[in-house]
């Protein structure tokens, strides 16, 4: 939760410089070279001028601060990851203000800003966040476990010191061969020896 808590602070921190050259850069070319009136198409042009440069500036800040530890070796593939989620979140923005200059009819310079800088921008930010989280600086993979590399270690140390103690019993036998003693030895105290039996005194009876 503090993880979160601290990468939600750093992406608002960071978003919010990005706004700041979103939002104004947006009405500094709306209001001049992109205008409606000059440009039927302008007020998205300008949009998606603003929200290009923002997104650098947002790929800056979210690598090296926010998602610091977070993010992958691989720049290459993590960049196009990166601006795959952002050129989704201004998808979002761009829809939000389409359907409200050109399709509601709410063409003033006040209602374009609401539209793509207060709802749009809410809702681009929202899925920016989830995506550079969950996809593009996502925690590395866990590492192989070593529970299974203790075991077979267990396992390969039993072995070979059961291998180590049979070498080491006498004449190379066994637990269970080692209670047998050789016919015709006396083999311990609790077995008394036999005798041998005299073949000829045996026929003399």
């Avoid at 989704?88 to 793509?116: E, K, P, R, T, W």
């Avoid at 989280?133 to 590395?140: A, L, Q």
Wanted: a positive charge; charged letters at 20%; aromatic letters at 10%.
């Amino acid at each position: 939760m503090r993880t979160l808590l601290t990468q939600l602070t750093r992406f608002g921190l960071v978003g919010l410089i990005g706004l700041v050259i979103d939002v104004g850069l947006f009405n500094l070319l709306r209001v001049t070279v992109f205008s409606p009136e000059a440009l039927h198409e302008g007020p998205v042009i300008a949009k998606v001028i603003s929200t290009s440069l923002a997104i650098v500036a947002n790929w800056m800040g979210n690598r090296h601060w926010t998602f610091a530890r977070e993010r992958r070796g691989h720049l290459a593939r993590e960049g196009a990851e990166f601006f795959l989620v952002s050129f989704g979140g201004m998808l979002i923005g761009l829809g939000c203000l389409y359907v409200s200059h050109y399709v509601l009819g709410f063409q003033s310079l006040l209602a374009d800003n609401i539209s793509s800088n207060v709802v749009g921008l809410a809702l681009g930010t929202a899925f920016r966040f989830w995506g550079y989280r969950v996809w593009v600086f996502r925690e590395p993979a866990e590492p192989v476990s070593t529970l299974r590399y203790d075991r077979k270690a267990t396992y390969s140390g039993e072995l070979r010191a059961s291998r180590y103690s049979t070498h080491r019993t006498p004449s190379g036998l066994g637990a269970a061969e080692r209670a047998v003693a050789p016919a015709g030895g006396a083999p311990g105290r609790r077995i008394q020896a036999v005798a041998p039996v005299d073949d000829d005194a045996r026929s003399h009876h």
